[in-house]
């Protein structure tokens, strides 16, 4: 069974920085894409950013040039930092896995990010 452990959200201020991580346990095989969606109340699941195996990284707009995404293979982590934290940036943020050769999307439970203004 194969668990993902978010951790580092929290509260902070406008302009504030926050990292975001997490890790996979359990029967781990090869990893594919990791990546971190996230969810502010009444709007839907949105990407934020993904690593592939081989480096390849994607951001959504809103966040280019102010989030990095990184991970660690050899503890099957990932990891966001995220800097010039704006009020806009407040969600659940998810931790998501895609393994190689099997099939679906696994996901962390959540760490709430607040930006006050």
């Known amino acids: 069974q194969v668990q993902l452990v978010e951790s580092g959200g929290g509260l902070v201020q406008a302009g504030g920085s926050l990292r975001l991580s997490c890790a996979a346990s359990?029967?781990?095989?090869?990893?594919?894409?990791m990546g971190w969606y996230r969810q502010a109340p009444g709007k839907q699941r949105e990407l934020v950013a993904r690593?592939?195996?081989?480096?390849?990284?994607n951001y959504a707009e809103s966040v280019k040039g102010r989030f990095t995404i990184s991970r660690d293979n050899a503890k099957n982590s990932v990891y966001l930092q995220m800097k010039s934290l704006k009020p806009e940036d407040t969600a659940v943020y998810y931790c998501?896995?895609?393994?190689?050769?099997?099939?679906?999307?696994?996901w962390g439970q959540g760490t709430q990010v607040t930006v006050s203004s």
């Open positions: 998501n896995v895609i393994f190689v050769g099997v099939p679906g999307n696994y």
């Open positions: 359990g029967i781990i095989v090869s990893i594919s894409t």
């Open positions: 690593i592939s195996s081989g480096g390849t990284t």
